[in-house]
């Protein structure tokens, strides 16, 4: 990777919250409401990329994809011991600050079970990763300490690599496949966008903080900016699928 010599090029310092640790920005009880309710809808979201990477295992069609799978699985509820143990820490009950975001979460899961071993990779690879950018986005906005908590759980697991190599491995075997992953991923897009949307929204604390009321909030433009950020790497995902976006 090379480097700019333009110092404009390089990130802008923190300013505001995100300037501050968690002592001191969670003197704002409204700032702090929002945190928990982003760990919360954060730690529920890798127990239940947990259950589903198990349960996808099942599909696997080699003993290898099998076991590759089953590491990721791990990997997962160990972001979500990160998750739990941090609510802990700060005097939140973890079952609690998970729980309004079940049912969000569950029915997205329901309205996307894949049909086979394919479309669970798709779905795991092109599902999670526009909700991992969501969170990016609003991690930039918390204070330090939350800030790393929550870039290091959206750390990826592995999966990203293996579902590329497989998805396209099995289009260049069968390329009417990539016809119908391309169909299955663009539908994904739209759910996860729209449960992305409904997390927020559904939570006074979280939809303020976002839109400038707590914290340094998107206005919004910046709104508007956000998912086209996330759309445009949708896109350049589904290119190193192999599909068309």
Same mark, same amino acid.
């Given at each position: 990777m090379t480097t700019s010599d333009n110092t404009s090029d390089a990130p802008a310092e923190p300013t505001g919250v995100a300037a501050q640790d968690w002592a001191k920005a969670s003197a704002d009880p409204q700032y702090r409401a929002a945190v928990v309710d982003l760990l919360g809808a954060l730690a529920y979201g890798e127990l239940a990329a947990f259950e589903r990477l198990a349960e996808d295992a099942k599909l696997a069609p080699t003993l290898a994809d099998k076991a590759e799978l089953a590491k990721m699985a791990s990997a997962?509820?160990? %972001? $979500? =011991?990160?998750?739990?143990?941090?609510? @802990?820490?700060? /005097? =939140? =009950? *973890? @079952? %609690? #600050?998970?729980?309004p975001f079940v049912a969000a979460l569950d029915g997205f899961h329901k309205q996307t079970a894949p049909s086979d071993w394919l479309e669970g990779l798709v779905k795991a690879y092109v599902g999670d990763s526009i909700a991992s950018d969501f969170y990016r986005e609003v991690a930039a906005r918390l204070d330090a300490d939350s800030r790393e908590l929550v870039l290091a759980v959206l750390d990826d697991t592995?999966?990203?690599? $293996?579902? +590329? =190599?497989?998805?396209?491995? &099995?289009?260049? &075997?069968? *390329?009417? +496949?990539?016809?119908?992953?391309?169909?299955?991923a663009r539908r994904l897009m739209g759910e996860a966008l729209s449960q992305s949307q409904r997390?927020?929204?559904d939570r006074d604390a979280l939809s303020t903080m976002l839109v400038g009321g707590v914290a340094d909030g998107f206005d919004l433009a910046e709104v508007g900016r956000m998912f086209s950020r996330? @759309?445009? &790497?949708? @896109?350049?995902?589904? #290119?190193?699928? /192999?599909? &068309?976006?």
């Open positions: 997962e509820f160990h %972001h $979500f =011991e990160r998750l739990r143990d941090r609510l @802990t820490e700060i /005097g =939140e =009950e *973890p @079952t %609690h #600050a998970m729980e592995g999966h990203a690599g $293996f579902a +590329v =190599e497989k998805v396209r491995a &099995a289009i260049d &075997a069968d *390329p009417r +496949v990539g016809g119908r992953l391309a169909l299955w997390v927020v929204a996330i @759309t445009e &790497a949708h @896109t350049k995902r589904m #290119a190193a699928l /192999g599909l &068309a976006a």
